[in-house]
T-cell receptor, first 116, second 110 residues
Framework: NAGVMQNPRHLVRRRGQEARLRCSPMKGHSHVYWYRQLPEEGLKFMVYLQKENIIDESGMPKERFSAEFPKEGPSILRIQQVVRGDSAAYFC??????????????FGPGTRLTVL | TQLLEQSPQFLSIQEGENLTVYCNSSSVFSSLQWYRQEPGEGPVLLVTVVTGGEVKKLKRLTFQFGDARKDSSLHITAAQPGDTGLYLCAALGTARQLTFGSGTQLTVLP
């Protein structure tokens, strides 16, 4: 069973361009989470999605950032008009449908975005 | 927002030494998780502690959840260079999102 896959692993964009980050959850997982790890900072929650639904986007910046998890295909985190401050490692995690305190999220290897 | 404070922030020790990393908060948690993250990779779950006072062992790693479920510790016995990494504690929020501590960067020197 393949783990969570993210691509690209490294992405370089110039200021003003768009960045698209993809995440394929583990087989059978219907919940996807995106986290951002800024340099010298910890991992911060961005958004939680289920298939075709955004469940919680309380950690998403109000502008330029969007996320989707379509019925078919990977989850996409989209950053429009990137700025240097968007440079970070973006991690995707997935989990199966599990309730209770023993929920486990499995993390992908991350996409490292560099904005020039 | 739950705030998790980890200490120390950096720790550099010699192979064979013991160490303890702490994760503290003023909030009560239903559970706490510990992750290890290596450079260029995503965090990997080590353990989940659920019950106040719970102690879990994973080979040379011992995890403890405080009686009041506000704090946790990770103790490593006879550290090895392979233990080097970023250790993160995390709490699961009501909306299923994880709130991470700031992390402890451990370096074990051979």
């Amino acid at each position: 069973n393949a783990g969570v896959m993210q691509n690209p692993r490294h992405l370089v964009r110039r200021r003003g361009q768009e960045a698209r980050l993809r995440c394929s959850p583990m087989k059978g997982h219907s919940h996807v989470y995106w986290y951002r790890q800024l340099p010298e900072e910890g991992l911060k929650f961005m958004v939680y999605l289920q298939k075709e639904n955004i469940i919680d986007e309380s950690g998403m910046p109000k502008e330029r950032f969007s996320a989707e998890f379509p019925k078919e295909g990977p989850s996409i985190l989209r950053i429009q008009q990137v700025v240097r401050g968007d440079s970070a490692a973006y991690f995707c995690a997935s989990s199966p449908w599990v309730t209770g305190s023993r929920d486990t999220q499995y993390f992908g290897p991350g996409t490292r975005l560099t904005v020039l | 927002t739950q705030l998790l404070e980890q200490s120390p922030q950096f720790l550099s020790i010699q192979e064979g030494e013991n160490l303890t990393v702490y994760c503290n908060s003023s909030s009560v948690f239903s559970s706490l998780q510990w992750y290890r993250q290596e450079p260029g990779e995503g965090p990997v779950l080590l353990v989940t502690v659920v019950t106040g006072g719970e102690v879990k062992k994973l080979k040379r790693l011992t995890f403890q959840f405080g009686d009041a479920r506000k704090d946790s510790s990770l103790h490593i016995t006879a550290a090895q260079p392979g233990d080097t990494g970023l250790y993160l504690c995390a709490a699961l929020g009501t909306a299923r999102q994880l709130t991470f501590g700031s992390g402890t960067q451990l370096t074990v020197l051979p």
